[in-house]
């Protein structure tokens, strides 16, 4: 399984940025995020087969995930963007056959390369 995001860049405090990552066959997906010298994190998860999608607390409310299924690609749309969300941000994706949602890591199998964010104050 190959996870590919794509999107991140260079924007200024208080703009948006949208993340995409291409995940075919996943019922969940996740976007996770680590900055320089910090753990990875959770930022967001969603499952194709129902539920709300769960979030970080840091970014409720100014970050949204989505799917588009026909593309297969789910989304991270971020706005508000602050300069502590600057980090290198991941997609990553449960095992096929597994629908819950889940803030852990180590819980998601796939991981594709990480996309630059970067944010200036």
């Known amino acids: 399984v190959q996870l590919q995001a794509s999107g991140g860049g260079l924007v200024q405090a208080g703009t948006s940025l949208r993340l995409s990552c291409a995940a075919s066959?996943?019922?969940?997906t996740g976007w996770f995020r680590q900055a320089p010298g910090k753990e990875r994190e959770f930022v967001a998860a969603?499952?194709?087969?129902?539920?709300?999608?769960i979030y970080a607390d840091s970014v409720k409310g100014r970050f949204t995930i989505s799917r588009d299924s026909d593309k297969n690609t789910v989304y991270l749309q971020m706005n508000d963007l602050k300069p502590e969300d600057a980090a290198v941000y991941y997609c990553?994706?449960?095992?096929?056959?597994?629908?819950?949602?889940?803030?852990?890591?180590?819980?998601?199998?796939?991981w594709g390369r990480g996309t630059q964010v970067t944010v200036s104050s």
């Open positions: 990553a994706a449960r095992p096929s056959r597994v629908t819950v949602m889940t803030r852990e890591s180590r819980l998601y199998t796939f």
């Open positions: 066959g996943r019922f969940v």
């Open positions: 969603m499952s194709q087969v129902g539920g709300s999608p």
